[in-house]
Nanobody, 125 residues
């Protein structure tokens, strides 16, 4: 599967952005999807994940209550809506797909099979 992320940009603290990740290839609905981010000088970190049907979602504590992950299987797209953005949210955001992934591995980048290119988010204070 190929993943194409978009929607990044520059916003002021408190603002909002919506990232999109469009997938092509195998049926999109067969994948668990996730967003990860990597800030300058830091390791890649888990942001959010959503199961195949969209019925279960998971978030990093740092974004819980501010970010929402959703998917539209008819459009082969996963979204990340980011509200109340903070300067510490500044990073390159990447989407990822996993064929089969157990709950304990959802937050670990090595468990994902496919990665899209990043989209940059900059939040200024």
């Amino acid at each position: 599967v190929q993943l194409q992320a978009s929607g990044g940009g520059s916003v002021q603290a408190g603002g909002s952005l919506r990232l999109s990740c469009a997938a092509s290839g195998r049926p999109f609905s067969s994948y668990t999807m996730a967003w990860f981010r990597q800030a300058p000088g830091k390791e890649r970190e888990f942001v959010a994940a959503i199961r195949r049907s969209g019925g279960s979602t998971y978030y990093a504590d740092s974004v819980k209550g501010r970010f929402t992950i959703a998917r539209d299987n008819a459009k082969n797209t996963v979204y990340l809506t980011m509200n109340s953005l903070k300067p510490e949210d500044t990073a390159v955001y990447c989407c990822a797909a996993a064929n089969d992934i157990v709950l304990s591995a959802l937050r670990h980048s090595h468990a994902y099979d496919y990665w899209g290119q990043g989209t940059e988010v900059t939040v200024s204070s």
